[in-house]
């Protein structure tokens, strides 16, 4: 009896709780900048993937998880040796959303884990590799758009703090993202 009880008292729980989440999924597609001069004339702006998953209550607060990929290659002077860079790692933040109807505009504050790592494909630099981890502050702005239940569509603008220091010198490689994507809501 003790357990049909607390079955019946869980699943009370949790449907209460699944009317007062709305659950995101969605991808973000877009532009990746990077701020270091040095970094951006090697490898240019590029594009940028971030999947993402989020929690909204009523209220518009919310939370949520991220993934950001980016992977560029580009050429070193002075003998054009083709060079990778990949800087990807998961970020969460903190979401405030307001629901205007069909359209919902919304701010993130975060903080992201990231992973980098240059090569240099070079007989001179053999073995040279940077690979290492670092960790920044992001700050986002966008609007969604419900375009039909339970799709969605949204532009957004992201900044994210990244310095690092591969060597002795600092590398500034945090920078703009702007773009869109689209996602799936449920609940609420």
Not at 51 to 73: D, T
Not at 143 to 165: D, M, N, T, W
């Amino acid at each position: 009896m003790r357990k049909i009880i607390l079955t019946i008292f869980v699943v009370l729980i949790l449907s209460s709780v699944a009317q007062a989440v709305e659950v995101n999924f969605g991808g973000f597609f877009g532009i990746r900048t990077v701020n270091d001069s040095v970094i951006k004339e090697i490898y240019g702006n590029g594009m940028v993937v971030c999947p993402a998953l989020s929690l909204s209550l009523k209220n518009g607060f919310g939370i949520g998880v991220s993934y950001e990929l980016y992977n560029r290659s580009g050429t070193v002077k002075p003998y054009n040796e083709l060079t990778r860079l990949k800087i990807n790692g998961p970020e969460i933040f903190l979401s405030y959303a307001p629901s205007l109807g069909i359209v919902r505009p919304y701010v993130h504050a975060g903080y992201g884990f990231y992973s980098y790592k240059q090569t240099i494909e070079s007989e001179y630099l053999a073995g040279y590799a940077v690979n290492d981890k670092a960790s920044g502050f992001l700050f986002a702005g966008g609007v969604g758009l419900k375009i039909v239940k339970p799709i969605y569509v949204f532009l957004e603008a992201k900044y994210v703090s990244l310095k690092v220091r591969p060597i002795e010198d600092e590398v500034d490689l945090g920078g703009w993202r702007f773009g869109g994507g689209i996602g799936i809501s449920f609940g609420m």
